[in-house]
């Protein structure tokens, strides 16, 4: 079939609910547009299916574990088949927290203090913490996942020690980090172009999966953030170099805490959400892109060897 372009969705990932969000929401912008689309559960056995299907080209719509880290753009690098979004290297740097992070602090891009904890580690933890003059409240999340699965805002010692042994044993690595106070502030880099920023106001005690997905968490979102013209340029620049430096193509979103005047880099994400309501499509509406075209773009942007 000419023009078919197949949209990889669920996975293995925790995730995977609100990767079938995304793919259902990007098929249907793609058959907007006049594509032929056919979805994939990406597990099991669907290499062999791509490879039979011959597509113009693959729509990624899976988040997380394996779909995100740079495994399924091995499988598709290999097949030689065009995908969305970014290639092996910079889809796994971004999606471990603590590679890229390293990336991002020697670009001079400003992150929470933080440390790599590891299974094997040995020593006390809250006397570590206090050496590398971290003080509570102190975050703990696993290195690779998203949809703030495993984040942990820890108020003192006691929920420090509840948590992080189960988190330790779920994830193998762990991050250890200072809380920054402040505003949740995001920012979705299309091409070599930074769109805008919005500020997220959560009413839960975090930006966690709750305030990210139920409507009924009443999460605010303010388009554009409110925050000076200066600032708002500062961030967008931000997040281009994010982009940038490690090596992303397509769209990517960049989180941010924005505290005493300054912005602290979370991470990247290379697959962003994409439903209707995700912030990226937020973002290019108020723009002026409408949904089915940055889809679209997506495709059109989409190759091997990148
Ligand atoms: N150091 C921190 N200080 C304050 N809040 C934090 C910190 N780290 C994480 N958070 C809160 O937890 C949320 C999720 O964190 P983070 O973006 O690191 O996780 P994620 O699971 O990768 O999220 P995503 O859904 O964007 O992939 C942040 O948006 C923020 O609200
Ligand atoms: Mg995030």
Redesign the pocket.
Same mark, same amino acid.
């Given at each position: 079939m000419k023009n078919l372009i197949v949209v990889l969705v669920g996975g293995l990932s925790g995730e995977r609910e609100i990767s079938f969000l995304t793919g259902k929401a990007c098929s249907l912008a793609l058959k907007k547009k006049g594509y032929s689309v056919i979805s994939i559960d990406a597990k099991g056995n669907f290499g062999e299916k791509l490879k039979k299907l011959k597509p113009k080209a693959i729509f990624n719509a899976l988040h997380g574990k394996y779909g995100e880290d740079g495994f399924v753009q091995s499988l598709l690098e290999g097949f030689k088949i065009p995908y969305t979004h970014s290639g092996v290297f910079a889809s796994s740097l971004a999606m471990d +927290?603590a590679m890229s992070r390293l990336i991002f602090r020697k670009n001079d891009l400003k992150t @929470?203090k933080y440390f790599l904890l590891h299974k094997n580690h040995e020593g006390n933890l809250v006397k570590k913490i206090k050496k590398k003059k971290i003080k509570f409240p102190v975050?703990i +999340?696993p290195v690779n996942?998203? &949809? &703030? %699965?495993g984040?942990h !805002?820890c108020k003192n010692k006691i929920k420090l020690k509840n948590k992080y042994k189960k988190l330790l044993k779920d994830y193998g690595r762990i991050l250890v980090?200072? $809380? !920054? @106070?402040g505003r949740?502030i995001q920012v979705a880099v299309m091409g070599d172009k930074a769109l805008g920023a919005i500020e997220l106001v959560?009413k839960r005690q975090?930006? =966690?999966y709750k305030a990210?997905y139920s409507s009924k968490a009443c999460t605010k979102h303010i388009m554009p953030a409110p925050i000076s013209s200066n600032k708002y340029r500062e961030v967008l620049n931000l997040a281009k170099k994010a982009h940038s430096v490690l090596g992303c193509r397509g769209i990517t979103r960049s =989180?941010f805490?924005f505290f005493r005047n300054q912005f $602290?880099l %979370?991470?990247l994400?290379t697959q962003p959400g994409m439903t209707q309501l995700s912030l990226v499509p937020e973002i290019a509406g108020y723009c002026g892109i409408k949904f089915e075209d940055m889809v679209a773009w997506m495709i059109e942007d989409a190759s091997y060897n990148r």
């Amino acid at each position: 079939m000419k023009n078919l372009i197949v949209v990889l969705v669920g996975g293995l990932s925790g995730e995977r609910e609100i990767s079938f969000l995304t793919g259902k929401a990007c098929s249907l912008a793609l058959k907007k547009k006049g594509y032929s689309v056919i979805s994939i559960d990406a597990k099991g056995n669907f290499g062999e299916k791509l490879k039979k299907l011959k597509p113009k080209a693959i729509f990624n719509a899976l988040h997380g574990k394996y779909g995100e880290d740079g495994f399924v753009q091995s499988l598709l690098e290999g097949f030689k088949i065009p995908y969305t979004h970014s290639g092996v290297f910079a889809s796994s740097l971004a999606m471990d +927290k603590a590679m890229s992070r390293l990336i991002f602090r020697k670009n001079d891009l400003k992150t @929470p203090k933080y440390f790599l904890l590891h299974k094997n580690h040995e020593g006390n933890l809250v006397k570590k913490i206090k050496k590398k003059k971290i003080k509570f409240p102190v975050v703990i +999340k696993p290195v690779n996942e998203g &949809s &703030s %699965l495993g984040v942990h !805002i820890c108020k003192n010692k006691i929920k420090l020690k509840n948590k992080y042994k189960k988190l330790l044993k779920d994830y193998g690595r762990i991050l250890v980090e200072e $809380y !920054i @106070p402040g505003r949740e502030i995001q920012v979705a880099v299309m091409g070599d172009k930074a769109l805008g920023a919005i500020e997220l106001v959560p009413k839960r005690q975090f930006y =966690d999966y709750k305030a990210k997905y139920s409507s009924k968490a009443c999460t605010k979102h303010i388009m554009p953030a409110p925050i000076s013209s200066n600032k708002y340029r500062e961030v967008l620049n931000l997040a281009k170099k994010a982009h940038s430096v490690l090596g992303c193509r397509g769209i990517t979103r960049s =989180d941010f805490r924005f505290f005493r005047n300054q912005f $602290y880099l %979370l991470e990247l994400n290379t697959q962003p959400g994409m439903t209707q309501l995700s912030l990226v499509p937020e973002i290019a509406g108020y723009c002026g892109i409408k949904f089915e075209d940055m889809v679209a773009w997506m495709i059109e942007d989409a190759s091997y060897n990148r």
